[in-house]
């Protein structure tokens, strides 16, 4: 950078590689430099203003990751599209722990700005359930200190957009015809497992305490049918009694 230049203000753009995300990119390069987040990160190549970094908002590090260097972080999130081989969990249970991981590591880089992509929210009584996940989102977003700066928006329509996917199973007759041809995801060829509950905890007992505990309740549960195995570090094991290969690993 020569001496004098200003510099650039620094984005994290999620979803860097979605219909919007990739339009929102090209406005945005010109002014700002980005980091453009995706799953896909390690198929794109990184120019002046574009950093591509591989990330998975599941996880917590991942996510820390992502944002280290931003001064704004535009949130271009949702759990409309697999990311899984198999996803045992509702939209709304995935929604709050991407908004949750993301504020953390937004709070933890010391991000400026979180920028919120949402919809149109009705009042309370006539909200969706997809609606009313976008404002408990809202709200964990801005639960660690950082600004949150919300856009609403009614239904965007594109050729990869995964709410005009979903609303063309859904609404074959009310949608036009042109917008019923949205592209096909393909899975990670990894064999990973997404599930996720919320449930009450008993007193003074917190997520630790149930993730140290769950194996045991599983394991007593559907005895003789199911075993399970936990190691030193708290990884996980669950078999079927009859086989070696376990089903399921989970890492602590």
């Known amino acids: 950078m020569q001496t004098g230049q200003k510099k650039r203000p620094v984005v994290a753009l999620t979803g860097a590689s979605s219909h919007i995300g990739s339009h929102l990119l090209d406005k945005l390069k010109g002014r700002f430099d980005i980091i453009a987040l995706s799953h896909s990160a390690d198929k794109r190549e990184s120019t002046e203003h ?47 722990i991407l908004a949750d991981n993301f504020a953390q590591a937004a709070k933890k880089n010391g991000v400026k700005q979180i920028i919120y992509l949402s919809g149109i929210i009705p009042p309370e009584e006539k909200r969706s359930r997809h609606l009313r996940t976008k404002s408990e989102a809202e709200k964990i977003l801005g639960s660690y200190g950082v600004s949150v700066t919300t856009v609403r928006t009614g239904l965007i329509v594109g050729s990869i957009g995964a709410s005009a996917e979903k609303s063309d199973k859904q609404l074959p007759v009310i949608l036009s015809s042109w917008t019923r041809h949205c592209q096909k995801t393909k899975l990670p060829s990894r064999q990973d497992v997404r599930s996720i509950q919320r449930m009450p905890l008993p007193d003074a007992k917190d997520a630790n305490w149930a993730a140290r505990h769950y194996m045991s309740w599983l394991s007593d549960s559907l005895r003789p049918f199911v075993r399970t195995a936990i190691d030193e570090h708290l990884n996980c094991k669950i078999y079927l009694t009859v086989t070696k290969k376990p089903l399921l690993i989970l890492s602590y």
Request: with cysteine; hydrophobic share 40%.
């Open 50 to 96: 574009v950093t591509w970094r591989s990330c998975d908002l599941f996880s917590q590090i991942d996510t820390e990751k992502g944002l280290y260097g931003a001064d704004i972080a535009v949130y271009l999130v949702h759990s409309m599209r697999p990311s899984a081989k198999l996803t045992q969990a509702r939209d709304e249970d995935m929604d709050v």
